[in-house]
């Protein structure tokens, strides 16, 4: 008798389960529109929550009474963990709304997930310790979590909360992995991809950092970073520019390959270096000219400062016959009524305040003197800051100087997050900045 039933019973159960069963392939939410893929995929990326989380899978699961389907995994834990960016990317919509709640979308644009989106939903918005909902403004996203910023995978973007409808559900991170630009694209189940993800204890430094940073790869080697490029920098290098290697800021492998390989950096104009041969070279206008004690007396240069260098830091440098003809060369540096001037490479005099000096690491033996009755240049504009520096004011502001901006880092959690804590500052008067533009510290 029980066989027959279960044999009765089966097609039955058969056309049951074919009626629910969704094909691989696109589909439509009918409560909501929403275009979603049932295709299993792994899309390489980084784990989404530093810090305890458990999930299972609950993707198109029912929601509000079956009306709608759930688009994304479910990441519970407690409040205020931290989220990072799941990969490579760029910041595409940043929503503080009390009503809906917090979110953040991240756009992968390099590396094996390009072309895919995390939306990341009940972003925080209470108090540390509480429940008030007053907290966005200070504890749902880190400064320079915009439209626009660049982020690497396992930065801190944001933290873990109950924000919007999850305020009767415990603090969770609503996780969608959607194929294409943020909200408009089709979501996929993030469960494999979840399942697979490399798993951070603690955020990974942020980035990208500003032009002009010193940066220490996960191999030890240094790399001074320019706009678009990555250079490698040897100590010998580092020293003539001033630099020291305990300023370096740890780089990720991942924001290495985010750029592009520069040629090495070169000691700069107006430096004297001195090779393992016992040659003593001048540098002006990215070239090197041989330059005994006597030719460089005649510059105004009796007791430089001499930079031991390899011959591999000397071969991004021409060699030209003759020392320059006048004191004024590019990069020589000179005291004009009490102030250090810099000659640049337009033959004009630019003046450096005290804190500009500094922050090239010049000191009194590379200032020359200047011969009587000395014809002076005419006078250019004023030189900046030094781009990477690593600045603080009287009133603990602290930024990074790059690009002719100030790029403020807003508190203690960025600081440490860009890998600041403990790195040299050189302290300057408000006012030096006061004129500068500002902008976040993310931006490129």
């Known amino acids: 008798m029980r066989r027959r039933l279960r044999t009765a019973l089966l097609p039955a159960l058969l056309l049951l389960l074919g009626t629910f069963a969704l094909p691989a392939g696109a589909a439509v939410d009918p409560g909501t529109g929403q275009a979603y893929e049932t295709a299993r995929v792994v899309v390489p990326m980084t784990f989404p929550v530093a810090g305890p989380t458990s999930f299972s899978d609950n993707f198109l699961a029912c929601r509000s009474g079956c009306a709608r389907m759930h688009m994304g995994q479910d990441l519970m834990g407690p409040k205020m963990s931290p989220l990072v960016a799941a990969f490579d990317g760029v910041v595409t919509s940043v929503s503080r709304d009390s009503r809906s709640g917090n979110t953040l979308t991240i756009a992968a644009d390099r590396g094996p997930a390009a072309g895919w989106s995390a939306i990341y939903v009940h972003v925080n918005n209470d108090t540390p310790g509480t429940d008030d909902g007053r907290g966005t403004g200070a504890y749902a996203f880190p400064a320079g979590i915009e439209p626009g910023a660049r982020v690497l995978a396992g930065q801190l973007v944001a933290w873990r909360g109950d924000s919007g409808n999850a305020e009767s559900t415990g603090p969770h991170l609503h996780l969608e992995l959607r194929k294409g630009s943020g909200w408009g694209g089709t979501v996929y189940n993030a469960y494999p991809s979840l399942a697979a993800a490399r798993r951070l204890a603690v955020p990974a430094p942020s980035g990208p950092h500003p032009a002009g940073s010193l940066m220490r790869h996960p191999t030890g080697s240094l790399w001074l970073l320019s706009d678009d490029a990555k250079r490698p920098v040897s100590a010998a290098v580092l020293a003539s520019l001033g630099r020291s290697a305990a300023s370096a800021v740890p780089m990720t492998s991942s924001e290495s390959l985010g750029y592009r390989t520069g040629p090495a950096a070169l000691p700069p104009d107006g430096a004297v270096l001195r090779d393992p041969a016992g040659t003593t070279w001048l540098v002006t206008a990215g070239t090197r000219a041989k330059a005994p004690a006597p030719g460089l007396a005649a510059l105004g240069l009796a007791a430089p400062r001499v930079w031991p260098v390899g011959d591999a830091d000397l071969a991004g440098l021409p060699v030209v016959e003759e020392l320059p003809q006048t004191p004024f060369y590019a990069g020589a540096l000179h005291r004009v009524d009490g102030r250090v001037h810099q000659v640049g490479a337009d033959g004009l005099l630019h003046p450096a305040t005290p804190a500009v000096t500094g922050s090239h690491g010049w000191t009194t033996s590379d200032v020359a003197a200047l011969p009587e009755g000395s014809e002076l240049p005419a006078q250019g504009a004023p030189l900046g800051l030094r781009d990477g520096t690593l600045v603080q ?23 440490a997050a860009y890998g600041y804590s403990g790195r040299p500052r050189q302290v300057v008067p408000a006012a030096e900045l006061a004129g500068l533009r500002t902008a976040e510290i993310s931006q490129r």
Request: hydrophobic share 45%; charged share 20%.
């Open 393 to 415: 004011t009287p009133g603990h502001l602290v930024a990074v100087v790059s690009g002719g901006a100030v790029r403020r880092l807003r508190d203690a959690r960025q600081v």
